[in-house]
């Protein structure tokens, strides 16, 4: 008999992507997903413990699914960050809880819900896996209806920033090897997909510890010959590992989009260095300069921290002076928050709650302005535009992205949707932007439809 699950999902795209994996392996094992908690015979929280608040997120969530527990006898699970920090500890907390797997436990979800069901047992699965096991691609057994997909490339994380739980919580880096990689990218560029967005904590760290010799711009390289794929994207940079070879593929590879998200975290070099982050602020603005030389038309986003312990007010006019220096066009602000065996936990100079507060809404409205102002520089622009769904603003329009991952939304059917357009963009809006088709057809490097392109290596 076919059963129901429900996954809840906090924190990033590594989570994101965990939550589909999830979702795919357990099609493969009777389950089939439903967006009711209400009807669902399996409900699993994917959590996130980057930040305190997620963190408190996934203790609510499981207050809300008791009742379901008592009412149904749904089998209530928790993944992700927290699931592999607490362990049983979370079993022994939460009395009907089920199940607790952790992050590289995912490809064992079948066996261990069998085991539930079969013997009534709680169980708790927490084990690192040295083979690579949890990264090998699982494959939607249907074509997607979706345009774009997350593939990861690595996982876990060596820096040890002095603030991040990541390390404990997703283990050391670890590569996939080249050709499985490929194949995956192949395999969902055969199902219709467009655009393929690359994973890892650090991806332009990806090759170290692998047998065969590689860098990320190689594997971009071989990526962007891909029949099918139009575009790639990757997600996150550390700026430390931000190679010259990494900066010319912008201008190199006509498939890479024109967008880098790369953390800063702070503009004082004081807090960079307890941060453990192993740059200056000097040298994290040459690395922009420089990408912004070789891409002119390169969009920029960041990740920052306020309030880490020990800055002061004069280091935080640094990431304010960072802020107009650079001219991000958009930025995932957040206030320190301390976990729990990190270094920085045990740092004194904590900054009061009220000081971060005020600093994050400082910063966060120069910021505004900021990316209105950016987004202004789009009008009257001709955009190539990956037509992802219907908006959800209204039922006349369709919505997507530009290269550099802009949201745009224009008047158009749903028979545009996986189809790279161009559009005029008319008004520019703090999220996003408004456009015009112009022609439902715009193929890379076509000047016919004005995209100002710069692929030539300075
Ligand atoms: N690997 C990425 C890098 O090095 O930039 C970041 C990954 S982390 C999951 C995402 C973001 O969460 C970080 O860039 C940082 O801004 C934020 N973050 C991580 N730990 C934090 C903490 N303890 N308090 C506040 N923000 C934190
Ligand atoms: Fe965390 Fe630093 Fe690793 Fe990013 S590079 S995941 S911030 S330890």
């Known amino acids: 008999m076919q059963k129901r699950v429900y996954i809840e999902t906090y924190g990033c795209q590594m989570n994101e992507l965990d939550t589909e994996r999830m979702l795919r392996i357990l099609e493969g094992s009777r389950y089939v997903e439903t967006k009711n908690a209400g009807e669902a015979d399996f409900i699993l929280i994917n959590t996130c413990s980057v930040r305190e608040k997620p963190e408190h997120k996934v203790y609510s969530a499981l207050g809300r699914y008791k009742g379901l527990k008592e009412k149904r006898g749904a089998i209530i699970g928790v993944a992700g960050c927290v699931a592999q920090q607490e362990g049983s500890r979370l079993l022994d907390r939460i009395p009907y809880l089920d199940l607790v ?5 995912i490809p064992m979800l079948p066996q261990l819900l069998k085991k539930i069901e079969t013997s009534g047992e709680r169980v708790c699965e927490t084990v690192y896996d040295q083979d690579g096991e949890y990264l090998k691609a699982v ?3 249907k074509p997607p209806d979706k345009v774009k997909s997350y593939v ?3 996982q876990g994380c060596d820096h040890f920033c002095s603030f991040c739980i990541v390390p404990y919580v997703r283990g050391r880096e670890k590569s996939r090897p080249s050709r499985e990689i490929v194949e995956e990218v192949k395999q969902l560029a055969g199902m219709g997909l467009k655009e393929v967005c690359l994973l890892g904590q650090n991806v332009n760290g990806y090759g170290r510890g692998l047998e065969e010799k590689i860098s990320f711009s190689e594997l971009l390289e071989r990526i962007n010959d891909i029949e099918g794929v139009e ?3 990757f997600t996150t940079s550390h700026p430390k590992d931000l190679s010259e070879e990494l900066i010319r593929a912008f201008s190199k590879l006509p498939k890479l989009c024109e967008h880098i998200h790369l953390p800063f975290q702070s503009g004082s070099n004081k807090v960079l260095k307890a941060m453990h982050r192993g740059y200056t602020k000097e040298s994290y603005i040459e690395k922009i300069d420089r990408l912004k030389k070789v891409c002119p038309s390169i969009a920029v986003t960041a990740d920052v921290i306020v309030g880490f312990p020990g800055e002061e007010e004069e280091d935080f006019e640094g990431t304010l002076d960072l802020l107009q220096r650079v001219r991000f066009d958009d930025l995932f602000s957040f206030k320190y928050s301390p976990r729990k065996g990190t270094r920085a936990a045990q740092f004194e100079d904590k900054v009061g709650e009220k000081v971060k507060q005020e600093r994050l809404s400082v910063l966060q409205g120069m910021q505004r302005g900021i990316t209105l102002q950016k987004n202004q520089e789009c009008e009257d622009r001709m955009e190539e535009v990956l037509v992802e769904g219907r908006s959800k603003q209204s039922a006349q329009d369709v919505t997507g992205r530009t290269r550099s991952n802009k949201i745009v939304n ?3 059917d749903m028979s545009l949707v996986g189809k790279l357009v161009s559009v005029r963009i008319t008004k520019a809006y703090a999220h996003s932007l408004r456009g015009e088709l ?9 000047v016919d439809c004005g995209m100002k392109f710069s692929k030539s290596v300075t």
């Open 101 to 105: 797997i952790g992050t590289h436990a």
């Open 139 to 141: 494959l939607p057994q």
């Open 152 to 154: 990861t490339i690595m």
């Open 231 to 233: 575009r790639i994207r």
């Open 410 to 412: 224009f008047e158009g």
């Open 438 to 446: 112009v022609a439902s057809q715009c193929r890379l490097q076509n």
